[in-house]
């Protein structure tokens, strides 16, 4: 086989370089001859590639017997609700999240409302390489159909899990930073259902992304920070490209990484629901392992990657997942990682606990993140990574590349992105100064191993 073409979550790459229409094509007919005779639902994120890519994919999707149904623009976790919810077959969405412009891609998602597993991935990938997805003759070609109100299911949908009468009463103020791209189809809207004030930023759908990189990192996100101050908003939120993703802004205009909120959300959970199973990459804060210890609850550690996240959720029927990007997965609404349902469930614990986010978090045991990225067009194998471990090291783990566990609590996770051509570094330390001198060291030596 000539190699891989799905990523840690779906396929992307720069449009008409690495995906085209031809490609797109393929990939939807080899995903339909697994969904005919459908429905199949198909949505797009805002990019200018992106028309095109959704016209090929519902070519495909129809030349392998299916019926599909087009909701037009949409973030990706309203096309998951909207599968499982809708009853179709399964669901594509045209989209590269968080790449840049010049990036497109394609998601597939099963009639579970999760991306396919790694099983069926394989299979899509034989049948495009060898050309063998399903073309069945002329009375085997169903329709093409529009729903444009598809989205106000979904809407819908993350609100019964709420109690939009007591958010109400708190009278929030929200900013919500959409990207230009689809967050601001639905995460406004659901906020205004509970009653919050939401001030739109960067609401404008446009596939350009003028106004800030669609991933959102805490130091892309000074804009955001500054609109919080300003308007003396409860908290921001800011979404990637599809919006399956969410950074939360606090009160005072500091920008967290989503472990900490997960964090947040998982004490509230798992102070209703103790003993619970919570799952989460290993790339996430040791915060949460106390968290979960102080509930009696377990902790599974997994590879990075919302997908693995959610198929692990859904095999060991865990309720609450999370990651460090911004994804929180609720598996009451559904087991995958929803931009909206976790700007509501932060609504709701503000409403709840009466407190401000800032103090929240403040309350939270203190730990530094710092991530960063070593660029490097080829993997290195893993034993030259292992040139790392030195006296300092404690423990070292290889659930997902190397995560060296440090003598002095701090921790360093090195591992290949399944996005980019580089190497990702995240790194935990007890006090910033600590974290500052230990990204330094290890982004220097890593960069020597790539270069030799
Ligand atoms: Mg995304």
Redo the contacts with the bound molecule.
């Keep these: 086989m000539p190699g891989r073409l799905f990523g840690t979550n779906g396929i992307r790459g720069v449009v008409n370089v690495e995906i085209d229409t031809a490609l797109v094509l393929k990939v939807a007919a080899s995903a339909g001859t697994l969904f005919a005779p459908g429905p199949v639902l198909l949505g797009s994120d805002v990019r200018l590639s992106s028309p095109a890519f959704k016209e090929a994919a519902a070519a495909g999707l129809m030349a392998a017997g299916c019926e599909v149904i087009d909701i037009g623009l949409t973030p990706?976790p309203a096309i998951q609700f909207l599968t499982t919810n809708m009853r179709a077959k399964g669901g594509i969405v045209i989209t590269a999240?968080?790449n840049p412009p010049h990036y497109n891609g394609v998601k597939v998602i099963d009639s579970d409302g999760i991306e396919l597993s790694e099983e069926k991935e394989r299979q899509v990938e034989e049948m495009v390489f060898g050309g063998s997805w399903a073309k069945p003759p002329w009375e085997g070609w169903r329709s093409l159909r529009q729903d444009a109100n598809a989205l106000d299911s979904y809407v819908e949908g993350v609100v019964a899990h709420l109690d939009p009468d007591a958010i109400a009463n708190r009278r929030l103020t929200v900013v919500v930073d959409a990207g230009n791209s689809v967050g601001a189809l639905a995460t406004p809207r659901i906020l205004e259902r509970c009653g919050c004030r939401v001030i739109s930023l960067n609401c404008q759908l446009d596939g350009t992304f003028p106004s800030r990189q669609p991933e959102p990192v805490p130091s892309a996100l000074a804009e955001l920070c500054e609109a919080v101050k300003a308007y003396g908003a409860d908290f921001g939120v800011a979404h990637?490209?599809?919006a399956?993703?969410a950074i939360f802004v606090d009160d005072v205009g500091v920008a967290h990484w989503g472990d900490r909120t997960f964090c947040l959300i998982a004490q509230d959970f798992l102070s209703d629901h103790p003993g619970s199973t919570i799952v989460t990459p290993v790339s996430s804060t040791r915060a949460i392992q106390d968290i979960a210890s102080k509930h009696g609850a377990k902790i599974i550690w997994t590879r990075v990657g919302s997908v693995v996240v959610s198929h692990t959720m859904k095999r060991l029927n865990a309720p609450l997942g999370g990651e460090e990007n911004g994804g929180i997965f609720y598996s009451p609404h559904l087991p995958v990682r929803d931009g909206a349902m976790a700007s509501a469930m932060i609504a709701n614990l503000l409403a709840k606990t009466g407190k401000k986010l800032s103090q929240l978090l403040e309350e939270l045991p203190h730990r530094f993140m710092l991530k960063d990225k070593v660029r490097s067009p080829q993997p290195v194998p893993l034993t030259a990574l292992e040139k790392l471990v030195d006296k300092e090291v404690e423990r070292v783990e290889r659930i997902d590349g190397l995560k060296l566990w440090l003598k002095d609590g701090s921790w360093v996770l090195i591992r290949r992105s399944g996005t980019e051509p580089a190497y990702r570094i995240f790194l935990e330390s007890p006090s910033p100064e600590r974290a500052d001198e230990l990204i330094r060291k290890y982004k220097s030596a890593l960069s020597r191993i790539v270069a030799n």
Excluded: A, F, K
């Design positions: 990706t999240s968080h990637d490209g599809d399956d993703r």
